[in-house]
């Protein structure tokens, strides 16, 4: 009875002795994939900064941008407000002195190509001066 005892005691010891050592694996792989998602984490957190400072950055120049664009437009404005004042008293001046129109000029009428060929292709007509 000893001797079965002594047989289980051993076999129980064995396979403990087999649970730890795959436990021990398992244990070894989590601590390197440990290692792994922390480096990548690192990583992850250096490119969250870099991506938070770009968009600060763009953020100031926009506006910088929208104050500039807005002076631009105010500018415009203005010299819009001027235009119509100009446009305003040009057109009131242009009705004070209507000029009569003068006639426009009746255009020059060309000769066609054609009519042009037609004419110098003409046989000539001699005179006799007798």
């Known amino acids: 009875m000893d001797l079965i005892a002594d047989g289980l005691l051993l076999s129980a010891a064995l396979v403990a002795i087999f649970y730890c050592w795959a436990v021990n694996r398992r244990l070894g792989h989590l601590k390197k994939q440990s290692a792994d998602l922390t480096d990548k984490l690192a990583n ?18 926009a506006e910088e941008e929208r104050d500039r664009l807005g002076h631009l437009v105010k500018n415009a404005d203005n010299l819009r407000r001027d235009m119509q004042r100009a446009a305003m008293t040009l057109e009131k001046s242009a009705k004070r002195v209507e000029p009569e129109p003068e006639p426009a000029p009746k255009p020059v009428e060309r000769e066609s190509s054609l009519s042009r060929v037609k004419r110098l292709n003409q046989p000539k007509k001699r005179r006799d001066v007798s």
């Open 44 to 61: 992850l957190d250096k490119t969250v900064m870099e991506v938070r400072a770009a968009i600060a950055e763009g953020r100031s120049l």
